[in-house]
């Protein structure tokens, strides 16, 4: 007895499907026959066939109509899975950090502010402005904005060696994060901070980030990194 006979009824239409399917014999958009024709055509129930497009059909390999029938779907976009470099722990890790404190206090939110932060304006915030060093070389600047009510202590840390981001992962760890990340030019502050003194070396990457502890804006960072030492997804060899 060969394997496809030992397989359920329902398993073998369903292979045989996906196998038109992956060869390209049956392309996007392709009809694929009708419960009965399945039933007839390999000797089952009608709730036999109409088992196996139903699964195809959650799996997403089709798509089924109501008196029009199953169809080959679209398969759905891959979006690439691309990890942000953590620049800072990577210093930490394998160079010698150190951290200059720029600013490091309370402010009240403007209405730009609030409503990112999702908080009422002239609330109370804090912000910080950090440049990280790897062995005294700035690698990137750093501008964050936390919630004071989620963080009461933060403005009273020493950032010297914890960064602002490991303190608020141990005082509240961000239930999700959002991100985005843009190619900028760098202001003249920025530049002077990162030591961009060279025709080019304006154009940096920036990183924002929402933290969120469920539905509370824990913080806001901004990070600033010269282009030519900020690389997404692994090396090529």
Not at 38 to 57: C, G, H, I
Not at 72 to 78: G, I, Q, S, T, Y
Not at 96 to 115: F, V
């Given at each position: 007895?060969?394997?496809?006979?030992?397989?359920?009824?329902?398993?073998?239409?369903?292979?045989?499907?996906?196998?038109?399917?992956?060869?390209?014999?049956?392309?996007?958009?392709?009809?694929?026959?009708?419960?009965?024709?399945?039933?007839?055509?390999?000797?089952?129930?009608?709730?036999?066939?109409?088992?196996?497009?139903?699964?195809?059909?959650?799996?997403?390999?089709?798509?089924?109509?109501?008196?029009?029938?199953?169809f080959?779907?679209?398969?759905?976009?891959?979006?690439?899975?691309?990890?942000?470099?953590?620049?800072?722990?990577?210093?930490?890790?394998i160079?010698?950090?150190?951290?200059?404190?720029?600013?490091l206090?309370?402010?009240?939110?403007?209405?730009?502010?609030?409503?990112?932060?999702?908080?009422?304006?002239?609330?109370?915030?804090?912000?910080?402005?950090?440049?990280?060093?790897?062995?005294?070389?700035?690698?990137?600047?750093?501008?964050?904005?936390?919630?004071?009510?989620?963080?009461?202590?933060?403005?009273?840390?020493?950032?010297?060696?914890?960064?602002?981001?490991?303190y608020?992962?141990?005082?509240?760890?961000?239930?999700?994060?959002?991100?985005?990340?843009?190619?900028?030019?760098?202001?003249?502050?920025?530049?002077?901070?990162?030591?961009?003194?060279?025709?080019?070396?304006?154009?940096?990457?920036?990183?924002?980030?929402?933290?969120?502890?469920?539905?509370?804006?824990?913080s806001?960072?901004?990070?600033i990194n010269?282009a030519?030492?900020?690389?997404l997804?692994?090396?090529?060899?």
């Amino acid at each position: 007895m060969t394997d496809s006979l030992k397989l359920p009824r329902f398993l073998l239409i369903k292979q045989t499907i996906e196998n038109h399917i992956s060869s390209g014999s049956w392309p996007v958009g392709t009809r694929v026959p009708s419960e009965n024709d399945l039933a007839a055509s390999f000797s089952v129930s009608r709730m036999t066939a109409r088992r196996a497009l139903t699964e195809l059909d959650k799996e997403g390999l089709l798509t089924r109509t109501p008196g029009l029938g199953s169809f080959v779907a679209k398969p759905p976009a891959v979006i690439p899975n691309v990890e942000l470099p953590n620049v800072v722990q990577d210093i930490q890790n394998i160079g010698i950090y150190s951290c200059r404190i720029l600013t490091l206090e309370t402010i009240q939110a403007d209405m730009a502010t609030a409503k990112k932060m999702r908080v009422e304006v002239d609330d109370e915030l804090y912000k910080g402005i950090f440049v990280h060093l790897d062995s005294q070389n700035p690698v990137q600047f750093e501008e964050i904005v936390v919630n004071a009510k989620l963080a009461p202590a933060f403005v009273k840390q020493n950032y010297n060696k914890v960064t602002a981001e490991n303190y608020l992962n141990w005082v509240i760890a961000p239930s999700h994060t959002e991100y985005r990340v843009s190619a900028v030019q760098a202001s003249a502050a920025q530049r002077r901070e990162l030591k961009l003194t060279h025709d080019g070396e304006g154009i940096c990457i920036k990183v924002t980030k929402r933290h969120w502890v469920q539905k509370t804006v824990l913080s806001i960072s901004t990070l600033i990194n010269p282009a030519e030492k900020f690389h997404l997804g692994q090396q090529i060899q």
